[in-house]
């Protein structure tokens, strides 16, 4: 395990892996964030120990908590702050377009990058939400590439471990991204489109869990989810395609009033979710 570990933005992932370390490690936690109140409300809580971008040159390893948008331009910034040899690792949710754009600036200057996507999250955001429970028993997604140092690969495993994940995934920035359309984003799609039925408003009295399984990922930040989206828009509109293809299959056989043809597509959807694990 590094010994310092900074991370640029204080947010609920940010905040999260902030106290996770400080629970679990006895690493030291450099907090970087633009928003001075996120900073004060993590030291208040003890989850840095150093907070600035002057505290970079300490770092082992860097973790950009940060929107897809904003992790390249914070390294291209700062990039020459931070001793050669460097681990630079990221949390966002696409990858092709991060590692694209970050694993270059970090050859340039002497550094190593390694995409990361921790599966773990919240309908709320910011530091009030960091939770240092918030990874045990997730999955830990790393996207090495041909130019990834199998040291880098080692070091992050042992950090999710040290955060209370279950398992680490290693796969290539492409898979993810093809994976995540269907297990990530779709859902947030689904949810986005149920909540939109004129019945959503009188829902109160004639839901239980089927509403609330599907509706409760609905709640999301609109800014990042948008840049999420259009960063994995060819894999995202094929998984929006299928769904499409599958509703329609459904629907034309209630309007039919074919019984056959519709027991024959939901037991589909009951075989196909048997077959798989939860």
Not at 159 to 173: E, F, K, M, Q, W
Not at 236 to 255: K, M, P, Q, S, V
Request: glycine fraction near 8%.
């Amino acid at each position: 395990m590094v010994n310092t570990v900074a991370i640029a933005g204080l947010g609920l992932i940010g905040g999260s892996l902030a106290l996770a370390l400080k629970a679990n490690t006895a690493c030291t936690v450099v907090g970087i964030d633009r928003d001075e109140a996120a900073v004060s409300a993590a030291r208040a809580a003890g989850a840095v120990d150093l907070a600035g971008r002057e505290a970079l040159p300490q770092a082992q390893l860097l973790i950009l908590a940060l929107p897809p948008a904003a992790a390249a331009p914070f390294l291209r910034e700062h990039a020459a702050s931070l001793p050669p040899g460097t681990l630079v690792t990221d949390v966002c949710g696409v990858k092709r377009a991060v590692v694209a754009a970050c694993e270059p600036v970090c050859r340039e200057h002497g550094l190593v990058f390694l995409g990361g996507h921790p599966m773990a999250g919240k309908e709320t955001s910011g530091f009030g939400s960091a939770d240092a429970q918030l990874f045990r028993g997730a999955s830990y997604i790393l996207t090495p590439t041909p130019d990834t140092p199998p040291a880098a690969v080692d070091t992050m495993r042992e950090l999710a471990a040290a955060l209370g994940c279950a398992r680490v995934t290693v796969a290539s920035p492409e898979e993810h991204d093809r994976m995540i359309a269907f297990t990530s984003q779709l859902p947030h799609v689904l949810a986005g489109a149920y909540v939109k039925s004129p019945c959503c408003p009188k829902h109160a009295g004639f839901s239980a869990g089927s509403y609330r399984d599907v509706s409760r990922v609905a709640s999301v930040d609109e800014k990042l989810w948008t840049q999420l989206f259009l960063m994995n828009g060819d894999d995202l509109c094929g998984e929006i395609d299928t769904l499409i293809e599958n509703l329609r299959a459904c629907r034309d056989a209630i309007a039919a009033k074919d019984a056959g043809r519709l027991e024959a597509v939901l037991r589909e959807g009951r075989l196909r979710k048997e077959s798989v694990s939860q």
